[in-house]
């Protein structure tokens, strides 16, 4: 990756400080949407990081992402022409990275940048990343709310995932929800138009909290209105999100899952 930023889009005009290249701002403490869990890095994961962490992993930087130098060689794109418009979705949060690696697998000429705290869960993906033989992901171990900020330029994404973020069942800790409007805001910034938000959640409570905060979102719209008006709003699963096993557990339960897709306009 080279040492310059990509260019970037016009800095919005209702919130100027939110284009990657504004200066950066003193650091402030934030209530934070996640907790550092604690757990255990296995051999096989430790072993991953030794052998794949220079390839896949991207460190967090305070200027943009080169992201055609970050994904030389990543997908079946023949040439650098067809790279240059080969999709590039990001992931908040993904787990042990069962769900991602098998869409990356199901979507090999999409490019994913997935961002998760959870050393574990890092390494967990980098073993599936060798096991499976995947290009197309790279991955950034840092608060994805300082990606955003600081790497990823306005109108440069084409898709973000955000699958099961933790719910904070209790009132009290609700304010700790990652799906907010100002989050929401800055991603919608940084979707291409026509890009997406694909968000799902088996707690309705926070489903119901994510269909109100994007339809408060101007620059987004609900996909499901026009194509599916009798889901209420929530959209079908599309057919690049697996089942995973504990969303399998908790349909044998009788539990729900609601997937929400909206559209940059």
């Known amino acids: 990756m080279t040492d310059q930023p990509t260019p970037t889009a016009a800095p919005d005009a209702s919130d100027p400080s939110d284009a990657v290249d504004a200066p950066v701002k003193p650091f402030m403490r934030t209530i934070k949407s996640f907790v550092k869990r604690a757990g255990r890095t296995t051999t096989g994961q430790a072993k991953a990081f030794e052998e794949l962490g220079p390839k896949f992993l991207l460190p967090y930087q305070q200027n943009a992402i080169d992201f055609e130098a970050l994904y030389v060689d990543s997908t079946r794109a023949s040439g650098p022409k ?46 599936r990343i060798g096991e499976q033989n995947l290009t197309n992901i790279r991955i950034c171990a840092h608060d994805a709310v300082e990606v955003i900020d600081h790497m990823l330029p306005l109108q440069s994404l084409d898709g973000v995932h955000i699958f099961f973020p933790d719910p904070w069942h209790k009132t009290k800790h609700n304010k700790r929800r990652l799906i907010q409007s100002p989050l929401v805001a800055k991603l919608a910034r940084r979707l291409k138009v026509g890009g997406y938000l694909h ?23 609900n996909r499901a209105l026009a194509t599916n008006p009798e889901l209420a709003g929530y959209a079908p699963k599309p057919h690049y999100r697996p089942l995973t096993k504990f969303e399998n557990r908790g349909i044998k339960l009788g539990h729900g899952v609601w997937d929400v897709v909206f559209e940059r306009i």
């Open 82 to 127: 067809d790279l240059n418009i080969s999709p590039i979705v990001l992931e908040i949060g993904f787990g042990m990275g069962e769900a991602t690696a098998h869409i990356a697998g199901v979507l090999p000429d999409t490019r994913f940048l997935c961002c998760e705290v959870h050393e574990p869960g890092v390494g967990a993906l980098l073993k």
């Open 199 to 221: 968000c799902a959640t088996d707690w309705e409570p926070y489903a119901q909290q994510i269909l109100e905060v994007l339809s408060a979102e101007p620059l987004l719209k």
